[in-house]
């Protein structure tokens, strides 16, 4: 279940994100401070906790959280600050359903365009970047401290990519 992040949510995420990007791990105060930050919008997606013992399943705060995102929107572009998918979880379309969460919102709050970075050795990432219609517009050298791995700037046109999503299938013999 994808809901919006709660700031009692922070005491997991910070394990999971030493665990994915260890030295550039954001640490407790700068999730917080982002959290708290003007025009951000982030997301957890947590698991189905059987027989957990919650009645509202939007608090859920001793569910697992699997993944998180989040994205600044300062009133035509989003930036896409980080998405996350703890390493069990990996692989599931965790990821995926984390962005196309994001795509939507910030779409709804009127973004036209999402950027974002990502390190230049991360193919996965790359990959399912690209497969959302993502496309690289730059790179920026040594931006991933403190290991000065270099970053690729990537941007979306939000538009294009809903037209994209709500085309229905073409089935054969409808061509």
Same mark, same amino acid.
């Given at each position: +279940?994808?809901?919006?992040?709660?700031?009692?949510?922070?005491?997991?995420?910070?394990?999971?994100?030493?665990?994915?990007?260890?030295?550039?791990?954001?640490?407790?105060?700068?999730?917080?401070?982002?959290?708290?930050?003007?025009?951000?919008?982030?997301?957890?997606?947590?698991?189905? &906790?059987?027989?957990?013992?919650?009645?509202?399943?939007?608090?859920?705060?001793?569910?697992?959280?699997?993944?998180?995102?989040?994205?600044?929107?300062?009133?035509?572009?989003?930036?896409? +600050?980080?998405?996350?998918?703890?390493?069990?979880?990996?692989?599931?379309?965790?990821?995926?359903?984390?962005?196309?969460?994001?795509?939507?919102?910030?779409?709804?709050?009127?973004?036209?365009? +999402?950027?974002?970075?990502?390190? &230049?050795?991360?193919?996965?990432?790359?990959?399912?970047?690209?497969?959302?219609?993502?496309?690289?517009?730059?790179?920026?050298?040594?931006?991933?401290?403190?290991?000065?791995?270099?970053?690729?700037? +990537?941007?979306?046109?939000?538009?294009?990519?809903?037209?994209? &999503?709500?085309?229905?299938?073409?089935?054969?013999?409808?061509?």
């Amino acid at each position: +279940m994808i809901r919006a992040i709660q700031e009692s949510d922070i005491r997991q995420i910070v394990p999971i994100e030493a665990r994915l990007f260890g030295k550039g791990a954001w640490s407790y105060a700068m999730i917080r401070q982002e959290l708290n930050a003007p025009a951000r919008t982030y997301i957890v997606d947590i698991a189905d &906790v059987e027989g957990a013992k919650y009645s509202n399943p939007q608090i859920a705060a001793d569910a697992k959280i699997r993944g998180y995102g989040g994205f600044w929107y300062d009133g035509d572009d989003a930036e896409l +600050m980080t998405i996350g998918v703890d390493e069990p979880y990996q692989r599931q379309g965790i990821g995926t359903a984390i962005l196309e969460t994001l795509l939507r919102q910030a779409a709804t709050q009127g973004a036209r365009r +999402m950027l974002l970075e990502v390190r &230049v050795d991360n193919d996965i990432a790359i990959a399912i970047y690209q497969a959302f219609g993502f496309e690289r517009i730059g790179l920026r050298k040594h931006y991933y401290q403190p290991e000065g791995i270099d970053a690729y700037t +990537m941007a979306l046109d939000i538009n294009e990519w809903q037209a994209t &999503v709500a085309r229905p299938a073409v089935t054969k013999g409808d061509e």
